[in-house]
């Protein structure tokens, strides 16, 4: 079970990591055999929490595997798990991004 933000439980979708993921990499150049090893990734983290998973820890388990592949996805899938209101938030995440900042949470 995935605990959401607003303290509902549902249960855990793989369908939902993989469709956030390829929003994510839509148009972006990595191959369909490292998104399955990336989701296969975040699916493994999200089981070894045992039977309930918060949904943050998914949500940077799937930022994690983004950070290492491409960054522009990366930036696309921040701007809307950690909801970014605007240009500044791009700022911080890219200075973050770049070993400039704080690391992203």
């Excluded at 990366?74 to 900042?101: C, H, I, P, T």
């Amino acid at each position: 079970m995935v605990q959401k933000r607003d303290g509902r439980f549902e249960p855990f979708q793989v369908d939902k990591i993989r469709a956030g993921f390829e929003s994510a990499l839509a148009d972006r150049p990595v191959t369909r055999k490292k998104l399955e090893a990336m989701i296969a990734e975040v699916e493994a983290a999200a089981r070894s929490h045992g039977s309930r998973v918060d949904s943050d820890e998914i949500g940077r388990a799937v930022l994690a595997q983004l950070r290492e592949v491409d960054q522009v996805a990366y930036l696309r899938f921040a701007s809307v798990y950690k909801e970014f209101q605007g240009a500044q938030d791009f700022e911080r995440e890219m200075a973050a991004l770049e070993g400039r900042g704080d690391a992203p949470a």
